[in-house]
C-alpha cells in the first residue's frame, strides 16, 4: 500500500528520475522498433532474392536437363513419323533410363493424359491421369499437356518425393512434342530452397532478437547510468542541504547558548545584586527597629517574612541564572556541572540521585559540553515531570570511541508511541535529538513499564588533544 502512495504522491527526486528516464525509454523503444522494422524488411528482401536466384539455377539446370534429353533423342524423332511406334518405344526407352541424383527422373505423358514413362513410379505408367490435382488442389497433368501444346514452359507444384514418400515442392520444366502429342518434361524438388530460405528467415529473427536484447542491455546500462548519476547527485545535494542545515542548527544553538548567557549575567549583575542590596537594606531597617524603643513586634515580623521572600526570590533567580548559563560548565567542565545538576535536582525533587564519572580533564570540546548538559538537564526534568521515579542514576565517562552520558531512572517508562516518533514528538526528546545529531552521535532510548534509561554518545572527534585542552583552559583563566 505504502508504494502505491509513493507512486501516486511519487517525491521530487523520482519525478525527477521519471522526467529523465521516461523519454530515453520511449526514444529506445522507438529506435529498437524502427530497427527492427528496417531489418526485417531489408532482410526479406534479400532472402527472396536468394530464392529467386536459387529457383532460377534451378529452372536453368532443368533447361539443360530437358534440352540434353531431347538432343540424345532427336535423331530418333526427327527421322520417325507421327505413327512410329518403334521410334515412340525407343525414345521412351531412352527417357526411363534417364534418371539422376536420388529422385531426378523424365516423365512423358501424352496429350489425352495417358502416362508413358515414370521409371521412379512405375505405379504411373499405362493410366489416364487427366484431371490429377495436388492436395493443395492445383492441377498437375492437365497443366503439363497445356504447356507442352504451347511448346514448353515451368511448373510449381507438390508432389511425393520418391526417397521420403512425403508430399515436397516441385518444380518441372515440360516441353511438347507436337508430331507425337507428347508432353515431356522433368522436375527437381525444391524442398532445400524452401529449408534454406526458413533458415535464413530464423536467423533474421534471430539477429533481431539478438538485436532486440543488445538493446535492451545499453538500456538498461544507460538507465542505471542516469539513476546512479541521479543517487549520486541526490545524496550530493541532500549532504550540503544536511551540512547547511547542520550549519544553521549549529547557529540557532550557539545563538540560545549566547542569549542565555546574556540573560544569566543579567540576572546575576543586575537583577540579583539589586535584590541583595534590598535585602541588605531590610536587614539593616529589621536591626534598628528591634534596637529601638518604637519596636512593634508586628511590624518586625512582617519585615522579617518579607526578608524571607526576597531570600528566596534571590535563590530563585540565582537557580535561573544558574540553569540558564552555568558558571561551572565553563569553569571547571562537564563532569562538576552535570554533578552539581544532579546534587540540585536531588535536593530540589527529594529524589535519590547518584552520580559517577571518570576524569575527563576538560577534553571535551565546547559544543559536546553544552549539548551533554543540556541533554542531562532535559533528562532530569522530564523525570521530575513525567516519570514518578524514586531513584536516578547519571553516569559520564570517556573511552576509547568517545564519551559517553547514561541516565537511568525506575519510573513508570515513556509510552512507545511517543518513542517511535521521536522526530515528531515533544519538544524536549527532539531537543536531545537535534543536539546529539547535530555532533554526529547517537541518542538511544530504552524504555519500560520499570524505568528508562536514556543514553548520549559523542564520538571520539570531539574530544580534544592535550595540546589544545591546555590552550582552551588558559583563555578560560584569562
Known sequence: ??????????????????????????????????????????????????????????????????????????????????????????VAQILAAMIYGSDGFFFVYDYNGTNLVSPRQTEYIGRNWTGLSESNGTPIVDKFIDLARGGAGWHEFLWEKPSTGQEAEMVAYVLGLQDWQWAIGTGVFIDDVKASVAAARADVEDRVRRTFYYIGVITFAALMLVFISGMALNIRERRLADAKLKQLTQRVFDAQEEERGRVARELHDGISQNLVGVRYALDSASRRLSQTDMREDRGVALLDRGIEHLSGAIQEVRRISRDLRPGVLDDLGLGPAVKSLTEDFSARTGITADFSTVVFRNRLDQESKIALYRIAQEALTNIERHSGATRVSVDLRGHRTGATLQIQDNGSGIAQSVLSERGKGGLGLRNMQERIDQLDGTLTISSTRSGTLIEARVPLSHLLPPEDVSDTNKKAAE
Open 1 to 90: 500500500m505504502s508504494w502505491f502512495r509513493s507512486l501516486s504522491s511519487p517525491s521530487y527526486a523520482q519525478k525527477l528520475f521519471l522526467l529523465a528516464t521516461i523519454p530515453l525509454v520511449v526514444a529506445v523503444a522507438a529506435i529498437a522498433i524502427l530497427v527492427a522494422h528496417q531489418s526485417r524488411a531489408f532482410a526479406e528482401r534479400e532472402i527472396q532474392a536468394l530464392e529467386a536466384q536459387m529457383l532460377a539455377a534451378k529452372k536453368e539446370e532443368l533447361r539443360n536437363y530437358v534440352t540434353q534429353a531431347r538432343n540424345g533423342f532427336y535423331f530418333i524423332y526427327g527421322l520417325a513419323s507421327p505413327e512410329d511406334e518403334d521410334a515412340k518405344r525407343q
